[in-house]
């Protein structure tokens, strides 16, 4: 399985959209999603570095390309859901900005209603 997921996956470089701890300041339970994924594609490619020499071996790397199917089609639910979150988060965050410039202009704040 050459593909990678996000151009890297299997030489366990981190996946092309991923944040880090940034998403863990988006959202902590994507963030924990999102770094099981990305866990359980690095053990899976270092799964596929192994010699495979008989037929057990042979449906066992059947099994992993399989699992790295699932791995990806997961990685990109989470990767959604991760911006599904960051939008809205931008979303109440200019709410919360456009409150606050109502209220100090409504106080009478210098450059509140900018």
Known sequence: MAEAWG????????????TGGGA???APFVARAAGTVHDAA??????Q??????DAAS???????EAHRQVLATAAL????????R?????????ALAAARTAAAAAGVP???G
């Open 24 to 26: 863990g300041a988006v």
């Open 42 to 47: 690095r053990r899976l490619a270092a799964a």
């Open 59 to 65: 449906r066992y790397r059947e099994a992993l390309d």
């Open 111 to 113: 450059g509140g209603a």
């Open 78 to 85: 989470v990767e959604a859901a991760l911006e599904d979150v």
């Open 87 to 95: 939008a809205a988060d931008r979303a109440t965050a200019l709410q």
């Open 49 to 54: 570095h192994v010699d495979w020499v008989s």
């Open 7 to 18: 151009g890297t996956g299997w030489s366990g470089g981190t996946p092309s959209g991923w």
